[in-house]
């Protein structure tokens, strides 16, 4: 695209240039601990993706620096605001049964370092939800663990970052929280976590033949067909957000980036 600015418009361009330049970064989270080492290289989830991720921030300046945090190790009354105490602590001490952890595509893959892992992604999403609060903007680099019911794990997801995190903020007084879920896989797990509260809407936008293929009722689901590509996927998103805001007027917005829209059955263009 060939943009023309006025002489008066490229002075204010370069203003917000420079204030953008100057301006404080939005606060990130990350541990090093969130890719848990070993891993199946040829297991179907990419455990080593969250350390990729921030070797690229990393190489582009953006993981140095005093607004990027380091979760900590959250209590067990903190995951069990959302789950139930059996599982949650049957999955912490590795008593959790080989039919629980094959549903959720672990089995035989439990190890200290998985729960560390799974426990920091949850600190990580509640802490950037925390920092949000002051910052107006941030961001944990993992977490999204949408497939995960008060009870149970699935699609490799164990515990629901996004839950624990929304009941967290409404603990300190959020009133309307909006989770809107863009991963191609509808967010079932947390569909069903709040199913009977109002206080939360789920919105899930995915690719309805994709997993989970027995979906749970969002507040606001949208399924896509198969071969959806760009044009129309952003102009349904668009279109969907602005229905979505104007009628549940959230007060915070949990964004499930997913790292996946560009796969499934969508037919989207995937990032450079
Ligand atoms: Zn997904």
Not at 252 to 257: C, E, G, N, R
Request: hydrophobic letters at 35%; aromatic letters at 10%; one cysteine or more.
């Amino acid at each position: 695209m060939t943009g023309f600015v006025s002489s008066k418009w490229a002075r204010v361009a370069e203003r917000v240039t420079v204030s953008k330049m100057t301006r404080p970064r939005s606060p990130l989270v990350y541990s090093p601990e969130y890719s848990v080492q070993p891993w199946p290289r040829e297991h179907r989830f990419v455990m080593s993706k969250f350390h990729d991720l921030a070797e690229s921030l990393r190489e582009d300046g953006y993981l140095t620096g005093p607004h990027v945090h380091v979760p900590e190790y959250p209590s067990e009354s903190l995951i069990e605001s959302v789950h139930e105490s059996s599982y949650v602590r049957a999955f912490n001490n590795g008593t959790l049964d080989d039919n629980k952890l094959r549903e959720i595509g672990f089995r035989g893959l439990w190890s200290p370092e998985l729960v560390r892992r799974t426990n920091l992604e949850v600190a990580g999403t509640v802490l950037a939800a925390e920092l949000a609060l002051e910052s107006g903007l941030a961001c944990n680099l993992g977490g999204g663990t949408h497939h995960a019911h008060r009870d149970r794990g699935s699609g490799f997801t164990i515990f629901n970052d996004l839950a624990v995190a929304a009941v967290a903020l409404l603990d300190k007084g959020v009133d309307r929280i909006l989770i809107c879920d863009l991963d191609v896989h509808q967010g079932d797990g947390t569909a069903s976590i709040f199913e009977e509260r109002p206080e939360v809407c789920t919105f899930s936008m995915h690719c309805q033949s994709n997993f989970p293929f027995r979906k749970c009722q969002s507040t606001l689901d949208i399924g896509l067909e198969d071969g959806v590509g760009d044009e129309e996927y952003l102009r349904i998103l668009k279109d969907q957000l602005i229905f979505v805001l104007k009628a549940f007027q959230p007060e915070f917005v949990l964004y499930d980036a997913g790292v996946d829209p560009h796969v499934g059955a969508y037919h989207l263009t995937p990032p450079a």
